[in-house]
């Protein structure tokens, strides 16, 4: 019986990302997420007319750089590693 509880001791899981990780991954998510929302629209009822809304700043530099963000808070949140401690 002693060895059945060394090893389920042993075998306890430890989820790879903590509440932290979570916390950024969702910041990330929403940049990104706002992003593409940002990029949507601008576009023409009718095909014959051309519109210019199409390259205002938000849907050229802006949501861009905002989809950009969020997918470096991603990586940042991938590579955050809760468990190590400053010395």
Do not use: W
Not at 34 to 48: A, V
Not at 65 to 71: R, Y
């Amino acid at each position: 019986m002693s060895k059945k509880n060394k090893t389920a001791e042993n075998n306890k899981q430890e989820f790879i990302f903590q509440k932290k990780n979570y916390l950024f991954m969702f910041i990330g998510l929403g940049c990104i997420a706002l992003g593409f929302i940002l990029m949507s629209g601008g576009g023409s009822d009718d095909p014959n007319v051309f519109n210019p809304e199409i390259y205002n700043f938000r849907r050229i530099r802006l949501a861009p750089t905002l989809v950009l963000i969020g997918l470096g808070i991603e990586i940042y949140a991938i590579l955050l590693n809760p468990h190590s401690q400053k010395k």
